[in-house]
């Protein structure tokens, strides 16, 4: 195998995907995706959840023709660039919104999990990446008016973004020293 290239797209953004259209679609559904480029062919990864009978769950693996050109990404600096800039953005509008206190939630952080070997700057990016992803999955709207919705949902879809941006390009930064 040449590489294993992560994919998280969403409708309207197919970062990571180089085509053919059924595995961007299957890969956009999913959310997720990866690319395996093999040395005479490229295969695209997505996960489904599986679920059998009451008490299986798991994922299976379905296998499509993707491309092998290279997705078009930021560099590992452009990437924590715009992380930090969203970061602040999305605070200052968040902090604007006042809405009834709603408890302190434990944040779950999921590490990305990059193996020894990646540069330093990987490893820091991911790391915020993973932690700015807790935060967008406990934010809640409870309570607020459907002008601070807006508000708040606009600063959290710029956050979602260059924290899919920064986990993508994190994970492809091992590539950045071949």
């Known amino acids: 195998m040449k590489s294993l290239r992560l994919a998280l797209p ?28 093999l040395p005479s062919r490229c295969l695209g990864l997505v996960p489904v959840n599986d679920r059998r009978g009451s008490s299986y769950a798991g994922v299976r693996w ?17 990437a924590e660039h715009e ?16 809405g009834p206190a709603q408890g302190h939630r434990r944040l779950e952080i999921v590490d990305d999990g990059l193996a020894p070997g990646y540069p330093a700057r990987a490893h820091r990016v991911a790391a915020l990446a993973a932690r700015l992803a807790a935060v967008l999955r406990v934010a809640d709207d409870r ?5 601070q919705i807006a508000v708040r949902g606009e600063a959290l879809r710029e956050l979602d973004r260059a924290v899919r941006r920064a986990r993508v390009v994190a994970h492809h930064a091992i590539t950045e020293l071949v």
């Open 62 to 78: 379905t296998v499509l023709e993707a491309r092998t050109a290279a997705p078009d990404l930021p560099s590992l600096v452009e």
């Open 143 to 147: 309570g607020l008016t459907s002008g």
């Open 10 to 37: 969403i409708a309207g953004d197919p970062l990571g995907l180089t085509g053919p259209p059924p595995f961007n679609s299957a890969a956009i559904e999913a959310g997720q995706a990866a690319t395996a480029v």
């Open 83 to 98: 992380l930090t800039r969203a970061m602040r953005v999305a605070t200052d509008a968040l902090l604007g919104v006042e």
